[in-house]
């Protein structure tokens, strides 16, 4: 057998083993995707012939259906959405409570400096913009009162007192944090703050949902509320709205904007 006839078994074999290799991952990755499947190796043998080589197989089968991106959902509305109001507003600080770091506090930080606290820790972000503080708002510390004009705390407080992310189980965990976050703001300093809305409900240990009006009792003689804006059951944003037009929601977010009464 010659040099070259045996380059070419070893060859062979190699592609072989690559092949029972992919075919192995398809089937994995569910190979009843058939259509994503047979794009990926038409796709996959018209690169090779063009001269690509491909190094690992990590097949993808059904992204070229999706749409460009998501624009939809809790998080995509509320993090954009209360962003934007802070701009507007141009508080003197603003303040964060256990919202997404990697989400609305990231939005915030690209146009202003934004404070974050959280009972957990938090490495150094490698940003300026973003100041940490680990601290517990159902314990909060006196040195916390009236020192901030802006404060917002999204899709945080349905935690509070639920063990999750290692807090005290307490059962009025969120209502000790929403009287906290009212002592932490100055006079007619702004709350921004969302959390989900529908049945009152406790999902132990994830998160509770409210009433849509149910904030109005925490707030009573605190705070008066200025805006709301909600997250309905499909994802879709509806702002500045009633109250008392909310429809019947099994998991949707309401999105408050309040001011410090008193």
Known sequence: MTKASDSSQSTLLKDLRLYIKLLSILL??????????????????????????VTHFYPILDEYKEQAGTATGHYFHQDLLVASLIHDAKPK?????????DGFVAHVAAFRNIEV?????????????????????????????????SLSCLHAIEHFGLGRYG?????????EGFINLHKMLKPDGKLYISFP???NSVYFNAHRVFEPREILKWSKGL?????????DDRGDLHQNQSLENVPSLTY?????TMKKEA
């Open 28 to 53: 994995r990755s569910g190979l009843r995707k058939s259509q994503g499947a047979r794009k990926y190796l038409s796709d996959m043998r018209r690169f090779t012939e063009a001269g690509g080589v």
């Open 117 to 149: 606290l959280d009972f957990r820790p938090l490495l150094s972000c490698g940003h300026k913009q973003i100041k940490f503080m680990q601290a517990d708002l159902m314990s909060l510390d006196s040195q916390l009162y009236e020192i901030t004009d």
């Open 93 to 101: 600080r603003h303040i964060d409570v256990g919202s997404r770091v």
């Open 167 to 175: 807090d005290p189980v307490n059962p009025d965990g969120h209502l």
């Open 197 to 199: 809305i529908g049945e």
């Open 252 to 256: 949707g977010c309401g999105i408050y």
């Open 223 to 231: 705070f008066k509320l200025e805006r709301f804006d909600y997250v």
